[in-house]
């Protein structure tokens, strides 16, 4: 099936051709001892005028096709009368019932036509050997070609040239195989316009008809505009972040003003003030050091989330080591119990912000008890692989309050708190942790503990795991 | 090997809260105090070398400068410092709110003996003052110390 058709010159000849087939059927089914098959040859006629204009037309040449086989019954020489009235009846019958497919088919074409016209996308059909064989006149908007030069050309022409090798053995997979779906899906795709230049495009491919030898239709989408709007998105939300640090880094400055005067004050005056007014001066420097505090977590969250990652393959044992130092007053203070398990996992990720995660996780642990009792800590190693999905990663289980359902998700957003103010922190730990898990491909999250309490885990994609074989 | 010397210094700061700030962290020492504190890069220059209205200034024993100053900015200073023969071997620490790496390494380019970020708090600050002291009049000698 070619490019949608030039009518006019082509149906005078059809009008042509029709009549003359009638009048030399008539003529056989007249004048000559034939009998033409008692009229069925017409429906011959009627099917040509598949290819004329409108449903008007088939009808018209139906109606003359009908007179024409009714005056054989009359003129012709060689029926036999019963035989004849009831053949012809039937040649009548189907020339009216093809009239009526053709008219359908005729519709369903134009539907078709409309449609593909009509989308605001590109539309080929590439038969098996990979050559076009329809495209519309949106091909003009893509790829800058009219699509009178793109019939019979090979679709590797719209290819890059660095794909165009590459690109048959691609179409043979998609017949091996052939399924709707959208090309090369989770790629960036590029097509080549007639001017050299590349465009980027969203390609779906849809088989058709069944067998080796079938057709594909494929819709290309030209998304140069959303990728600029998803550019444009991904760059204010870069500056958003700067922006966020930069403020962040120059409160410091006047707050730091705030603090260390109260403090003076304080210092100097407390003699000379009330109660209250030395309760003041107090709340005073303590919402500026939570302020401080603030401040700083959303710096660290902000490079936890941009700075860049160095990567070594590191043990387990090395980065929970390295969090606990840092706690070790705590833990002391606290009069933790700390385990540590012996399944820790060997990973390639940046130390400096690995041992960050874990620190935030066990600095929370140490935090979050129940009552009066002791932190009892456990760090264990973690593996998942279901299906596709293989993560590894720490999991860190504390005695503390448990996090309700509802909270599961919300505590690992920034700054949101699942629990009384009571506890000290600004609630950015958790999104620190959040962040450092992502950009490996990783996640964290909460479940409770069996016997009271939460376990966090942090897990990172799994191609930064060592297998067991390469040790 | 303690020199138990006394340090002058020059302080560049153009905040007045941090000068004071800093004043009152150096407050509590015994062998380090500051015998000037300028506000911008060419009034530093012009005390370290005497000159102007800074005629009758102390020569001090050490410079801490701050890197934004309204003029000539801490490096600026700090380079002209280091090209001066009469001035060179003065030691310079850079005391400021930026952390940037592009900062701490120009600074040590330049010749600064030291970089140090402001402190938040107000005891962080006396505790890097003592901190200091004791590094630069006990277990650093300093040319010119009494000793």
């Known amino acids: ?471 | 090997m303690s020199n138990g010397g006394r340090i002058d210094i020059l302080l560049a700061e153009d905040n007045e809260d941090d000068v004071l700030l800093i004043e009152e962290a150096f407050a509590g020492l015994e062998r380090a105090r500051f015998v000037g504190v300028v506000n911008d890069g060419r009034s530093a220059l012009a005390f370290l070398r005497q000159s102007g209205a800074y005629r009758n200034a102390a020569r001090p024993h050490f410079v801490i400068l701050d890197i934004k100053m309204p003029g000539m900015t801490g490096l600026e200073v700090l380079r002209e410092i280091k090209r001066e023969p009469s001035l060179r071997q003065l030691p310079v620490a850079i005391l400021t709110t930026s952390n940037r790496e592009e900062d701490v390494s120009e600074s040590f380019a330049e010749g600064a003996c030291s970089y140090i970020c402001k402190p938040a708090s107000l005891d962080a600050f006396r505790e890097l003052a003592r901190c200091f002291e004791r590094y630069w009049t006990e277990t650093s000698r300093l040319p010119g110390d009494e000793s």
């Open chain 1, 1 to 471: 099936m070619k490019v949608l058709r030039d009518v006019s010159a082509s149906t005078s000849l059809l009008w042509l051709l029709s009549g003359v087939a009638v009048v030399a059927l008539f003529l056989c089914d007249t004048v000559t001892p034939w009998g033409v098959a008692d009229g069925f040859p017409y429906i011959a006629v009627v099917l040509l005028s598949l290819w004329l204009p409108s449903a008007r037309d088939t009808w018209a040449v139906t109606g003359v096709a009908s007179v024409a086989l009714v005056a054989g019954l009359v003129l012709s020489p060689s029926s036999v009368p019963s035989r004849a009235i009831v053949n012809r009846s039937l040649a009548l019958l189907a020339l009216w019932a093809t009239a009526f497919v053709v008219n359908k088919g005729r519709w369903n074409l134009r539907v078709f036509e409309l449609a593909v016209e009509g989308l605001p996308h590109a539309v080929l059909i590439v038969d098996a050997k990979g050559t076009i064989s329809l495209a519309n006149r949106q091909v003009r908007s893509v790829f800058g070609y009219e699509p009178r030069e793109l019939i019979g050309r090979r679709v590797e022409t719209l290819v890059p040239a660095e794909l165009r090798g590459e690109h048959p053995r691609y179409r043979e997979s998609f017949h091996a195989d052939p399924v709707v779906r959208p090309m090369g899906a989770g790629r960036d795709l590029y097509a080549l316009r007639k001017s050299g230049e590349g465009v980027p495009v969203e390609i779906g491919l849809t088989p058709l008809g069944v067998g080796p030898g079938l057709d594909v239709l494929c819709t290309v989408i030209d998304i140069t505009e959303r990728k600029r709007a998803e550019r444009a998105i991904e760059v204010q939300a870069e500056e958003l972040e700067t922006l966020v640090s930069v403020i962040s880094h120059d409160l410091k400055e006047p707050l730091r003003a705030v603090e260390s005067f109260s403090r003076l004050v304080e210092e100097r005056a407390a003699e000379r003030l009330l109660d209250k007014e030395r309760d003041f001066l107090r709340r005073v420097v303590a919402a500026a050091g939570r302020m401080r505090d603030l401040l700083d977590d959303i710096v660290s969250l902000s490079r936890a989330r941009k700075s860049r990652l160095d990567a070594e393959w590191l043990e387990g044992e090395t980065l929970v080591a390295d969090a606990l130092g840092r706690l070790s007053h705590e833990v002391e203070d606290r009069l933790a119990r700390v385990v540590v398990a012996n399944d820790l996992p060997r990973i390639r990720v940046d130390r400096t912000w690995a041992t960050e995660a874990i620190y935030n996780l066990l600095s929370n642990a140490l935090k979050f008890t129940e009552g009066e009792e002791p932190p009892d800590i456990e760090v264990a190693g973690y593996a998942s692989g279901n299906g596709d999905v293989r993560e590894v990663g720490f999991v860190v289980r504390d005695r503390g309050p448990g996090v309700s359902a509802e909270s599961r998700e919300r505590i690992f957003d920034m700054f949101q708190r699942a629990h009384p103010r009571s506890i000290e922190g600004t609630g950015a730990g958790l999104a620190i942790v959040k962040a450092v898990a992502e950009r490996y491909g990783g996640r964290v999250a909460v479940a409770p503990r069996p016997g009271g309490g939460s376990e966090f885990i942090v897990a990172f994609s799994a191609p930064l795991v060592e297998e067991e074989t390469d040790r």
